[in-house]
């Protein structure tokens, strides 16, 4: 899909060259459609980086998708330039009157801290909350789904005893699901997490459905039976060099990490990953926008249901 993106974001010019079709604001403003709203609250670190990898994501249909970065007000971000948040993104106060067709809310290296101690963390209570009337269909990352799990459901998340780092093969429980057309019985996908929600607790919420799941791993997905928020563990947007990036930063800040599972060829972190993710996070992200957003959201997005507070 032709990603509508402001004319310098960053991110433009390296999916450019990737040959992804990227539609600037003043070549978007001469097509008469609807294009699909889309906000991103961004809560990683490496901000440009994760940029791109949605965006790369979501760039796989024939639809126009007007993206809008999104940044908490109550954290200040130690990684990226003012400039670049000043530039492409905005704050809660000003979006909390618009509605979106779709949300994703990314992961962010917070797990070992309890969710009251997030600094961000009543902000992102209202964010949350606020996506029950404004947002037709909400897509959490890693800890972001942990939070959402939290916040909408009471779901707890647990510790592990190591970080769990790798690929590691899943197995899909909804095959007829929508969200896994075109994908394989079995597929692969990153994770990078110190915590967990394991499929007993989410068996115990009736309003919860369990997507796939890992032997290794653990759950990979779970949505809501109305289809309004999907909550994913894995990192299926991930680089290539993304987890080894990460090992050789937690290597050189001695944490003594295990290597990524299933990842490093031969277990040898001099040698370049081969990818094997790669088609299934495709396949996820596109199947997630076109029918649980586009071919469900309303035309006029004023009009999103709202949903009945639990």
């Known amino acids: 899909m032709p990603i509508r993106v402001p004319d310098s974001l960053p991110a433009a010019g390296v999916l450019e060259s990737e040959n992804i079709f990227v539609m600037t604001q003043r070549r978007a403003l001469h097509q008469d459609i609807r294009p699909l709203n889309l906000l991103?609250?961004?809560?990683?670190?490496?901000?440009?980086?994760?940029?791109?990898?949605?965006?790369?994501?979501?760039?796989?249909?024939?639809l126009q998708?007007?993206?809008?970065?999104?940044?908490?007000?109550?954290?200040?971000s130690q990684n990226?330039?003012?400039?670049?948040?000043?530039s492409f993104y905005t704050t809660f106060d000003q979006v909390r009157d618009h509605q979106f067709d779709g949300m994703i809310i990314t992961g962010a290296p917070v797990e070992n801290l309890e969710f009251e101690e997030v600094d961000y963390w009543d902000e992102l209570c209202q964010i949350m909350d606020w996506t029950r009337t404004n947002v037709h269909s909400t897509f959490h990352i890693c800890w972001g789904?942990?939070?959402?799990?939290?916040?909408?459901?009471?779901?707890e998340k647990r510790t592990l005893p190591r970080k769990l780092s790798g690929v590691f093969e899943h197995t899909i429980i909804r095959k007829r699901s929508p969200l896994f057309r075109g994908f394989d019985?079995?597929?692969w996908a990153p994770h990078?997490?110190?915590?967990?929600?394991?499929?007993?607790?989410?068996?115990?919420?009736?309003e919860l459905e369990i997507l796939a799941l890992s032997h290794e791993a653990g759950v990979f997905g779970v949505k809501s039976a109305d289809n309004r928020r999907?909550?994913?563990?894995?990192?299926?947007?991930?680089?290539?060099?993304?987890?080894?990036l990460e090992y050789f930063r937690d290597v050189k800040r001695g944490l003594d990490p295990d290597l990524p599972a299933n990842?490093?060829?031969?277990?040898?972190?001099?040698?370049?990953?081969?990818v094997n993710w790669r088609s299934a996070g495709q396949l996820l992200y596109t199947n997630w926008l076109n029918y649980y957003v586009y071919q469900t959201t309303p035309y006029d997005p004023s009009e999103i249901p709202l949903e009945p507070q639990s």
């Open 40 to 62: 991103i609250l961004n809560l990683m670190p490496t901000k440009i980086v994760t940029e791109t990898q949605l965006l790369r994501k979501l760039s796989n249909t024939p």
């Open 65 to 76: 998708v007007n993206v809008q970065l999104l940044q908490t007000r109550s954290h200040t």
């Open 80 to 86: 990226t330039d003012v400039a670049h948040l000043q």
């Open 145 to 155: 789904a942990q939070a959402g799990l939290y916040h909408h459901y009471g779901v």
């Open 185 to 187: 019985d079995h597929f």
């Open 192 to 206: 990078s997490r110190y915590t967990e929600v394991t499929m007993e607790q989410l068996l115990a919420k009736p």
């Open 230 to 244: 999907f909550f994913v563990f894995a990192h299926p947007e991930y680089d290539d060099d993304t987890l080894a």
């Open 263 to 274: 990842y490093f060829p031969g277990g040898n972190p001099s040698l370049s990953p081969i």
